[in-house]
Structures are given as structure tokens and as C-alpha cells.
């Protein structure tokens, strides 16, 4: 197959299982399962702990949180072991796996079809490029600025301290345990749109709910994909500063409290359309952007989406946590001083 032909990587993705790549390496029996997973010494940069290297069979993904603070794809995989291009790892995977290149390549003999254009260049420290369709806009009505306000919040319930927060931070984003109403029993946190209008207000559970119970309420109407948590604010901080992109409430306001002002949080590990184009209209080509979500499976999917989606826009860090299931609120102000600095 001619490097220059067109490949359908996310058909070559869906055709190829992560166990297969292994084996094909020689290295599947170096590995065990638990549930889910695959756990073994990293292949890519020929570690010896085995559980530095995880799989995730049912999700198709890897990651090494070790030397290579990296994860992906098999695509993502086959390119980092071989040290070539996604193209040339796709090229090579319908040859090692026999796969019909017809499918592959989206056409079939005699057929012309032109390359895509080039992607931008990516750097070390961005996302190996992957081919991501972005979603279409959500033809949706904005969410309308409420007109009321809880009042009466307690603002010095445990649950805040616990979570490491001042009464300095508690106060600035204005929540608080709510006693009664539509946030009964819940702290309630207001969410502001760009133009600082409050929206909406989210009710997180206190500590650990019951089974039955969400950790987090929100009004009935309410489209948290049309919103940044803390956009507000975030666009108000010098164009220099890296942008930082987290997943939840908490994870913002630890980071706005240990001096990071310029963060968002999407409120989940995925970001929708709108909160893309809301990112865009806010950034420029010279802008950095830091995407810090959980070290989860749900974190690593969700990350890698978000990068390549936003590469076009901005220069893209990928920041990985050494530990699995770490997230951006158990960070010291040194070590995210220190992210920031690398940006």
C-alpha cells in the first residue's frame, strides 16, 4: 500500500483489540488480567514494574503511567513502539492483521481518491494525532440567568473543609450546605456563563450518597454541556497563562485556590460541541492549553478526544497523574506550579 493512500483509522481501530497488538509483540503472556484490565511492564520505553502498563479491554485503550506518562489507542500503541507516524502504524497494522484494505482504505480498486489534508504538526508533549469527528452544535436554547438566589447557605460546613477548601475560596464562589428548598441537604454550587450570570446551581451530596441517590443534582432543564464551570473568571486572567481544563467542581476551585485562576471545568470527563466552540472563541494559535482530567479510564478517553479536538486551536498539554485514580484537587501548590511552568 503507497504511504501516500488515505486510511480509515477509525475502521482500522475498530477492526484491532489491544490483546491482538500484544500478541503480536510477543509480550501478551507478560501481562495480567483483572476484570477489565491488563496491567504488565511497559513495552515502549522497556519497563520492569509490573503494573505500569494498563489495558483496558473493553474500552481499547493503554496507558503507562510511568516513564512514558502516555496512553492511547492500539494505533496510538503500534506507532509509539515502532517510532513512526499514526499513518505508518495503520499501514502496517492492515499488513501484520490481513485486514481488508478495501475497508481500510475506504475505496477499492480503480477508485481515485485524494489524501486528507495534513493535520497540524503535534508536539512531544501533545496527543498523537487521532482522527476525532467533531459533533455538531447543539441547536439547543440557552440556558436562561435565574432570577433568584439561595440564600441562607451555610458556609461552614465540614463537608468544605474536608474537601480542602478556605473560607476564602468558599465565599468567592459563593456556596454553601443549602438547609431547604430545591437543594435540600446538598451544597450548593452556582454555575455563571461567560457573562457571569448565574444559571444554574448544582447540589453536591455531602459525603458518600446512598445507592439510590445521585452525588450530584442538577435543576431539571438545565444543559450543563451549553456551560464551562468558572469560564467567567477563566477569561478574565492574562491570554499568557495556560488555559486548564478539569473535569468536576471541586477539582476547579482547589486549582483557583492554590493560584491557578485560569481553569474550567466541563462538569464531566467529556467535552460536547458547544463547550468546544466556547473554548475556541477564547483562544487563539499562541494559547496554551493544559487538559488535567482524572486518572480513570473515563479520564483517558475522555482526554485524548478532547486534545485532538482542540490541537487545532491552541498548542495542547496532556497532563498524566503518576498514580491511577488521582485527580487534580489532591494537588500541592508545588507540584501544580510546576505543571504550569511546563506548559
Not at 478556605?166 to 454555575?191: H, L, N, S, V, W
Request: glycine share 6%; hydrophobic share 35%; net charge neutral.
Amino acid at each position: 500500500m503507497p504511504k501516500s493512500s488515505f486510511v480509515d483509522f477509525k475502521a482500522v481501530k475498530a477492526a484491532l483489540k489491544m490483546e491482538q497488538v500484544l500478541e503480536h509483540y510477543g509480550i501478551l503472556d507478560t501481562f495480567k488480567g483483572l476484570g477489565d484490565s491488563l496491567s504488565g511492564p511497559c513495552p515502549i520505553h522497556k519497563g520492569t514494574n509490573p503494573t505500569q502498563f494498563r489495558v483496558s479491554i473493553s474500552k481499547n485503550i493503554w496507558n503507562c503511567f510511568s516513564e512514558c506518562k502516555h496512553g492511547g489507542n492500539v494505533l496510538d500503541f503500534i506507532a509509539r513502539m515502532e517510532n513512526v507516524s499514526i499513518h505508518a502504524a495503520a499501514v502496517k497494522a492492515i499488513e501484520w492483521f490481513s485486514l481488508d484494505s478495501e475497508v481500510m482504505t475506504g475505496k477499492s480498486d480503480g477508485d481515485e481518491q485524494e489524501a486528507p489534508p495534513a493535520r497540524p504538526k503535534v508536539s512531544s508533549s501533545r496527543p498523537s494525532a487521532k482522527v476525532s469527528s467533531k459533533p455538531e452544535p447543539e441547536k439547543l436554547t440557552p440556558n436562561k440567568p435565574l432570577k433568584f438566589r439561595l440564600e441562607k447557605l451555610d458556609h461552614n460546613h465540614p463537608y468544605l473543609a474536608e474537601r480542602g477548601l478556605t473560607q476564602e475560596t468558599i465565599i468567592d464562589f459563593g456556596i454553601g450546605f443549602c438547609a431547604k428548598g430545591m437543594m435540600a441537604d446538598r451544597i450548593a454550587i452556582p454555575i455563571h456563563n461567560s457573562a457571569g450570570d448565574v444559571v444554574a446551581y448544582a447540589g453536591r451530596s455531602p459525603g458518600e450518597p446512598a445507592e439510590d441517590n445521585p452525588k450530584y443534582k442538577l435543576p431539571q432543564g438545565f444543559r450543563k454541556s451549553l456551560e464551562l464551570f468558572n469560564i467567567d473568571r477563566a477569561i478574565k486572567e492574562p491570554a499568557n497563562q495556560p488555559l486548564v481544563i478539569v473535569e468536576g467542581f471541586f477539582d476547579c476551585m482547589k486549582l483557583h485556590q492554590l493560584g491557578c485562576r485560569k481553569v474550567v471545568a466541563l462538569m464531566g470527563s467529556t467535552m460536547s460541541a458547544v463547550q468546544e466552540e466556547i473554548i475556541r472563541k477564547y483562544t487563539n494559535r499562541n494559547a496554551q492549553i493544559i487538559v488535567m482530567l482524572d486518572e480513570d479510564e473515563a479520564g483517558w478517553e475522555g482526554r485524548e478526544d478532547i486534545a485532538v479536538r482542540l490541537v487545532k486551536y491552541a498548542f495542547i498539554k496532556i497532563h498524566m497523574f503518576r498514580k491511577e485514580n488521582m485527580q487534580p484537587d489532591q494537588l500541592t501548590a508545588e507540584e501544580l506550579d510546576e505543571i504550569r511552568s511546563c506548559a
